[in-house]
């Protein structure tokens, strides 16, 4: 393989993609759907102030409880690896989102359409960080299906945003998310080249 | 409501005092370490004697993230980030390319096309 210096000189890197939405709605689900290893879990130290970790100078004094990320690897290629991390669900564990959401690709928000009103904050979150979203509407079995448009209403989506629905078990449909958040971000990327270029 | 727990509270003096042990009371790094971030041994390094902690994270750590070092040593993300920031200060161990704040637009271009390309055959 020597002769290959192309790829042999291509640096090795990893990349993320942060799966969120509200509690129960099924992002390890979709996690373990795609992952190559069973979903492993990290925790982090979190302090009274729930504003820093461990890791952010906090005293450790002030350590009172831990704060529980799943998240799952897909190799790629020789040389890429790609992680997806679920996001804490309850609120006060937003400070981790920085952490989890920095060099991200982007995210997909996890909707179950009988509790939208979970994913509100979640949305929030991304919008107000200019981190590249799409929302996929998780269908349960059993769950009546509502139309992209209403959903997209419902949630106050701006127009560019994709919405797609999938069974977050399917492997297939969960690596179609994977596919579009990466299509969405990459377009949005060039997009805002072709803005600073003119 | 709950009170805050005391730090005479029995139910996390454990954690707490093993935490602060095994990076001798540091709680941060000068390595910037994502989580997604992946790690190498250095080829020829030559390990010094090593705390069983730090030990423990070298003999894990090759070809995996710094979340995986985490999950498989159980050890809090932020106490593996001290421990890995000493390796790399060391010169043990080696942190592969991930998007940070300092990829120029073409390398995040370059390495979500690469993703998309590998998601695409996965």
């Known amino acids: 393989m020597d002769f290959e210096t ?33 979903p492993l879990r990290t925790e982090a130290l979190v302090t ?21 990320m799943d998240f799952g690897r897909l190799t790629l290629a020789e040389d890429l690896v790609l992680y997806l991390f679920g996001t804490p669900g309850q609120r006060r564990f937003w400070f981790m989102w920085d952490d989890l959401c920095r060099g991200a690709i982007g995210a997909i928000v996890l909707v179950d359409v009988a509790r939208l009103d979970e994913s509100f904050s979640p949305l929030d979150y991304f919008e107000s960080k200019g981190i590249p979203f799409i929302v ?35 492997r297939e449909q969960a690596k179609g998310a994977l596919v579009k958040i990466t299509e969405y971000a990459l377009m949005r990327l060039r997009e805002s080249l072709t803005v600073n270029a003119n | 409501m709950t009170p805050p727990l005391e730090p005479e509270d029995e139910s996390y003096r454990p954690r707490l005092i093993r935490s602060y042990t095994l990076t001798a009371g540091r709680t941060a790094t000068s390595v910037d370490l994502a989580m997604e971030a992946t790690l190498r041994l250095q080829a ?38 001290v421990l890995l920031g000493d390796l790399i200060e060391q010169g043990l161990v080696r942190i592969q390319a991930t998007i940070t704040d300092k990829t120029s637009t073409d390398e995040r271009l370059e390495l979500i096309e690469r993703t998309l390309r590998g998601l695409r055959n996965y």
């Open chain 1, 48 to 68: 009274n102030e729930s504003e820093g970790v461990d890791d952010l100078a906090a005293v450790p004094t002030k350590a009172t409880t831990t704060v529980a």
């Open chain 2, 44 to 81: 020829g390094a030559e390990a010094p004697v090593l705390s069983p902690s730090a030990a423990q994270v070298l003999e894990v750590c090759d070809r995996r993230s710094v979340a995986e070092v985490s999950a498989l040593t159980k050890m809090p993300i932020g106490v593996t980030r």
């Open chain 1, 136 to 170: 996929a509407v998780n269908e349960f079995d059993g769950v009546p299906r509502y139309p992209a448009e209403e959903i997209a209403a419902a949630l106050a989506l701006p127009a560019e945003v994709p919405i797609i629905s999938l069974d977050a078990r399917d």
């Open chain 1, 6 to 38: 192309t790829k042999a000189q291509r640096a090795a890197a990893s990349t993320k993609i942060v799966i969120a939405g509200g509690f129960g709605v099924g992002k390890s689900t979709l996690v373990g759907a795609v992952s190559e290893i069973d």
